[in-house]
């Protein structure tokens, strides 16, 4: 029973995106997705359209996937309507899985600036039981996990034992506008702050019955690790956050296995425990993979290995019936 943990999935209802994003609205021309004016090399109905998602998904040779929002459809502004569509969302995507004959299953979106509503939005995300968790940005303005909004949020994700999935938003910066670098360098660096954040912030001492999932496999920051402990061993503002020595507090992440590479890859494994590791395709975007499993089985990971592990991460084996 193969799970891909990382594949995007949007109706057309909500293409105009959240209120107050930073982006400009999705359309589809000629069967092309475009951001605005930008064509995302995506045909509209690999985004939308759910037929298409389970015909691709038999292509890869999977048995099943978890659907999330595309990053640019989180609601990172403090804008009026942000709860309307959160909850549009959720209720489509809900109902996307409900159809699908247990071969989908979804992570909700929250509002992120309100925590009160988004522990509303987690509690009817925890009793739908087709969503398994929440989909959220590795920042939000300055900061990540270990303060501010997002912390709130895991905070909330923790006390209701649902899933989290971190993906990153593709923020541009002035010299890494050419060569997708936003994307080749912007998204691994997102994750590797997310990183650091909850590992030197202490965040899984302090939340233990989180499981929060780093995609991409977590980006740089298994490249990163040692570094982050030698500066743990001689600085005491490293060490300020209260948590375990680095290496240890990395074995708590959870990662999808789209690294692109073997010794990326293996990299990873040297330091993430290996009960931790789920298939990741990232479907349908260009930097996906159309048979994500090839990958981490050539690594000598197993689809029982990964599908146990995504099971795990999506509560499936905490006494509920699911497919």
């Known amino acids: 029973m193969s799970v891909d943990v990382h594949a995007h999935w949007l109706p057309e209802e909500l293409f105009s995106l959240p209120p107050g994003s930073p982006v400009p609205p999705l359309n589809g021309r000629d069967g092309q997705l475009h951001l605005g004016e930008l064509p995302l090399s995506i045909e509209t109905a690999a985004m939308s359209d759910a037929d298409r998602v389970l015909a691709d998904t038999d292509a890869a040779g999977l048995a099943s996937r978890v659907l999330s929002a595309p990053p640019f459809a989180f609601p990172v502004a403090d804008a009026p309507g942000v709860a309307e569509y959160v909850g549009s969302f959720n209720e489509h995507v809900a109902r996307v899985c409900r159809d699908s004959d247990g071969r989908l299953l979804g992570l909700g979106l929250v509002s992120l600036h309100d925590p009160a509503a ?100 977590g980006g740089c920051a298994p490249a990163l690790l040692g570094r982050w402990q030698h500066g743990w061993q001689q600085r005491a503002d490293v060490r300020s956050g209260g948590g375990r020595p680095p290496v240890e507090g990395f074995a708590g992440l959870w990662f999808d296995t789209l690294t692109h590479d073997g010794p990326t890859l293996e990299l990873l494994r040297a330091h993430a425990d290996p009960s931790h590791l789920m298939c990741g395709s990232d479907y349908p975007f260009d930097m996906g993979v159309a048979r994500p499993l090839e990958l981490p089985r050539a690594a000598g990971l197993t689809d029982d290995l990964l599908a146990r592990n995504a099971r795990r991460f999506l509560g499936l084996d905490e006494g509920e019936t699911h497919a």
């Open 118 to 217: 988004a522990a509303a939005q987690m509690d009817a995300i925890k009793h739908s039981e087709l969503l398994r968790g929440i989909a959220v940005p590795p920042l939000l303005g300055a900061t990540s996990f270990d303060s501010g909004p997002l912390r709130e949020v895991v905070e909330i994700a923790a006390d209701r034992r649902l899933a989290v999935l971190v993906h990153p938003m593709q923020l541009p910066r002035p010299e890494w506008s050419s060569y997708y670098l936003a994307n080749l360098i912007g998204n691994p660096t997102e994750t590797a702050t997310a990183a650091a954040a909850l590992v030197l912030g202490g965040v899984l001492d302090k939340l233990p019955d989180l499981r929060i999932c780093l995609l991409h496999g």
